[in-house]
């Protein structure tokens, strides 16, 4: 499947790699594809296409696991919109999910843009989102609507490229999954054993509750590489933005200052409600910041449900790190598990439920043996979701 992107994959790292500008590349030989595609259907992908192509896939991965001396889990990374990356992916977590069942598994899923990529977008997304939050344990949205926002709007992009759109991507991820030593000892510690296993951490901090799967990524700053040698920011500038940008689901271009986190219900429902948070600080000097400084802007209780109850100081989790990141002096990553995707979860699945009841579609899908009852699975499932984080 999707022969063109495989090879480009390999063909660029090749090049990056020879050039200096990488230190790896893509081994070949744990590559797959075939020259079909899945038509963006997702049934097609899961059910038509899932038997060999998880067999062929499941060698490549047991070989890459035995030449391993430390196995952290499986991050798997999926497009929601489309036949292959939904359909193909969420068969392959599925069954990985039950090979290797005391794995971490988080996925990151690119959700598609909300004005459309393809006529059977939200299907898609749904039987996505209903397969990964019952086989993996945390997933992670990212939403092509914000990623071209940061490029248009932050970076000054107004034609971003792939490329450009995936390494923004690739940047917000790292500011939380970058290895990091936690102390001020021997920075090669980082490397070594549990110490560099990000996943467990976000599993045991974020994914407690099996019905709350879905985390928010928050990161700063993200500006234009030519404007980070003239950054001024303070640390307890910084730290205030990024909880204002949580509890009110927005952006560094335009945050509402209007919503006040030490009173959230004067807001009502456009303060966000979270369980719990993952918070990696990196930069010059971060060891020298006081030891209650996390605690003085995350350890506040109206952040959080009082559904579940618990002390506040477990409901956040912080690490610092003396590495720059992307050249950044100093920079915070967070990621949540609250109630930011309610909106966008809502629209979609209003969407689909008016295309289900037209029996819009449903033919591609029926065709390839995914029937009324799966769908109706994906609603509840969805639905009741969208229920548990509207009620936090």
């Not at 393809?118 to 397969?131: A, D, P, W």
């Amino acid at each position: 499947m999707e022969p063109k992107v495989v090879q480009k994959c390999l063909l660029d790292s090749a090049k990056s790699h020879s050039n200096g500008e990488s230190l790896w590349q893509y081994d070949k030989k744990y590559s797959y594809h075939k020259q079909s595609g899945s038509g963006n259907n997702w049934a097609l992908g899961y059910l038509y296409y899932s038997q060999e192509e998880y067999e062929e896939t499941h060698s490549r991965i047991q070989s890459l696991l035995e030449s391993l001396d430390y196995f952290g889990g499986f991050q798997v990374f999926s497009s929601l919109a489309g036949g292959t990356g939904s359909g193909l992916g969420a068969h392959i977590v599925e069954r990985l999910r039950e090979d290797f069942s005391k794995s971490n598994m988080m996925n990151v899923a690119v959700w598609p843009y909300q004005s459309g990529e393809v006529i059977l977008q939200n299907y898609n997304v749904l039987l996505t989102l209903n397969s990964l939050i019952q086989d993996s344990d945390g997933v992670i949205p990212i939403y092509n609507d914000e990623i071209m926002f940061v490029c248009r709007e932050l970076l000054k992009n107004k034609r971003p490229s792939y490329k450009v759109m995936n390494t923004v991507i690739a940047q917000q991820l790292l500011s939380v999954m970058f290895p990091f030593s936690n102390s001020t000892k021997d920075k090669m510690s980082l490397w070594s054993g549990s110490n560099s296993n990000i996943l467990s951490e976000i599993v045991r901090q974020l994914c407690i509750y099996p019905q709350f799967k879905l985390l928010s990524l928050k990161n700063i700053p993200q500006c234009d590489n030519k404007t980070i040698e003239f950054n001024t920011d303070l640390w307890e500038g910084m730290i205030q933005r990024i909880r204002q940008m949580i509890i009110t689901n927005g952006n560094e271009h335009k945050i509402n200052w209007s919503i006040k986190a030490e009173n959230p219900s004067t807001y009502s429902t456009k303060f966000i409600k979270s369980l719990s948070h993952l918070m990696v600080i990196r930069g010059d000097k971060v060891f020298d910041l006081p030891g209650s400084f996390e605690s003085d802007y995350f350890g506040i209780g109206s952040l959080y449900t009082k559904k579940y109850g618990g002390s506040v100081d477990n409901k956040y989790a912080y690490f610092r790190d003396s590495h720059r990141i992307h050249g950044h002096e100093k920079s915070i990553g967070v990621l949540s598990n609250n109630q930011s995707h309610c909106q966008i979860l809502e629209s979609t699945l209003r969407k689909a439920t008016m295309m289900f009841h037209e029996k819009a579609f449903l033919h591609h899908y029926e065709k390839f043996g995914v029937n009324a009852d799966k769908f109706n699975e994906m609603f509840l499932t969805c639905e009741t979701t969208l229920a548990e984080y509207k009620g936090l």
